[in-house]
């Protein structure tokens, strides 16, 4: 099976910078997602990585390591919309079955 | 527009009843999954499908069938076997992918908007 770990709450300030991070055991790895959930919507997909390294998307970033079986997410300049749950999925298997962690609630301050 | 619709958005029902949850896509999409949400937790995987009459359960298919007679559609049935059905109920698709690494492209889950399921 997958185990998928992050932190369960995090809090920081309006404009600065938070790290959110992620830790996976699977076998079979076919990528990495990154969603943004706000209470009672559906996720919405912020990145996706399958290769080594970082990828940059406006104010997010994420990285992934294989080897180390970790990602996390960064977001630069925080504000306080971004105050929401997110949620680390691992794809993996040949059946492409796609795991969700518990998500990582985040709360931006002023 | 292309998108995936769930309905209904809200349901009822009492002890003892099935209920059958709707899941439509229009993306073309081959790969389709059910996820369960509680209170403040992540999504848990219950039945997910890679092709048209096939399907897989997830973690906590217990309580749960579904069936996959079209590319479009993936109903999902929570039958009176299932303990705590309470919960909000999300529904995503996928293109499909071949075996090995898949491109950027084609890595996004798209979610219907859910449905909350209260059982009185």
């Known amino acids: 099976g997958q185990n998928i770990d992050q932190p369960t709450e995090m809090t920081a300030t309006e404009g600065a910078i938070v790290q959110i991070n992620c830790t996976y055991q699977?076998?079979?790895?076919?990528?990495l997602f990154w969603y943004q959930q706000h209470a009672g919507e559906a996720p919405t997909f912020l990145s996706y990585?399958?290769?080594?390294g970082l990828e940059e998307k406006g104010r997010f970033s994420s990285f992934l390591s294989r080897s180390k079986g970790y990602s996390y997410l960064l977001l630069k300049e925080l504000q306080m919309k971004d105050s929401a749950s997110y949620l680390c999925?691992?794809?993996?298997?040949?059946?492409?079955?796609?795991?969700f962690g518990t998500g990582t609630q985040l709360k931006v301050e002023l | 527009d292309g998108g995936i619709t769930q309905s209904p958005k809200y349901l009822f029902r009492k002890e003892g009843q099935n209920v059958t949850l709707s899941c439509e896509q229009n993306?073309?999409?081959?790969?389709m999954y059910w996820y369960r949400q509680d209170p403040g937790q992540g999504l848990r995987l219950i039945y997910y499908?890679?092709?048209?009459?096939?399907?897989q359960k997830g973690d906590i298919a217990e309580g749960y069938s579904v069936s996959r007679e079209k590319k479009e559609s993936f109903p999902l049935t929570v039958t009176s076997a299932q303990k705590n059905p309470t919960a909000f109920y999300l529904c995503?698709?996928?293109?499909?992918?071949?075996?090995?690494?898949?491109?950027?492209?084609?890595?996004?889950?798209?979610f219907g908007e859910g449905s909350r399921l209260t059982v009185l």
């Open positions: 995503a698709s996928s293109p499909s992918r071949l075996a090995g690494l898949i491109s950027r492209d084609t890595g996004e889950l798209f």
């Open positions: 699977t076998s079979g790895f076919n990528g």
């Open positions: 990585n399958v290769l080594d």
């Open positions: 999925a691992v794809l993996a298997g040949g059946g492409n079955k796609l795991t």
């Open positions: 993306l073309n999409h081959d790969a």
């Open positions: 499908s890679q092709i048209v009459n096939d399907f």
